[in-house]
């Protein structure tokens, strides 16, 4: 009896992580096909892609657990690293990394007033929403540097910070990790233990009702979209530090850049596309999966146009299952 109940909870786990253990099969043949997979130097190469996506990833937990969205990620990168590059030489790299978080953080605020002001409290009214203002930050970003790209390698002044967190390590822990670990942490004490956090949840899970509790709606959507500026600024710090450059269009085509990939990889780490459900933690097992298996594509040769796709239909399954799971709990 014991067995089949085993047995029973091993195959609904299954069932529930189709996705992961569809990729983690892949990742397996990849390894046996590509002996390249498995050396040093690839895995140095998964890191430096984990970086940057995990960064908006996290913030971007928050948004869709609330039951919004947030498509205004890549306009802001590409704006915090063209303003951040810009300001070395000025004023220094340590205030510039600070301005570029507080632009970060400006948009976030700028995002959360929008929807407020509009009444735009449902996610398809956020999508559009944000996706405007995307548009609007990108287009910031070419007009701040005439479409031109700037090189962080010809500042005048030291850039050792940008160096520590592209290339760094303290002891054998690179800097990148620890800034990411730190992170994670934050997040995840305020996602499980304040009251913040469990005000999300509700949020996401029933607008409505959370309102007629007293829930702060207000506090809480300014909150959650300060938080995904913030996270997507400090990805767009470790983005500039690894290519050591910054261009007007390096957060990728709206709708298509980092927050195409940070929402599949939030939803594949089993967060609620409707909202109410979510884990910092399990973004990061998202996130993780979802590079190694664009890694293992790229080994295999496999045509980008192809592994455009197939993220696309990733993310329509992940979606589809997710709706067949609030349907099985009478949701």
Known sequence: MQKKSLMHSAINSVKGNL?????VILIIVTSIIEPKFLTLGNFENIIRQFGVLIFVALGMTFVIMGGFIDLSVSGIISLVVVVMVSLV?????????????LIGLACGLLNSFLIISCGALTQAEALFLTYGMGLVYAALALMYTEGMTIFLSYAETPITIFNAIGTGSLGSIPIAFIIFFVCLVILFIIQRWTYIGRSIVLIGENIVASRLSGIPIT?????????SGVMTAIGAVNLISRVMLASP??????????????????????????????????TVIGALVLTLMNNSLNLMGVSSYIQMMLRGAILILAILLDRQKQISEGK
């Open 19 to 23: 996705i992961i253990v569809g990729i």
């Open 89 to 101: 030489d000025p004023i220094g790299q340590v205030n510039a990394i600070i301005v570029g978080i």
């Open 219 to 227: 506090k809480s959507v300014v909150f959650i979209y300060a938080v």
């Open 249 to 282: 269009v390096i957060g990728g085509a709206i709708g298509g850049g980092y927050e195409t990939q940070a929402i599949l990889a939030v939803v594949v780490g089993g967060t609620a596309m409707s909202g109410g459900r979510g884990s910092v933690l399990w």
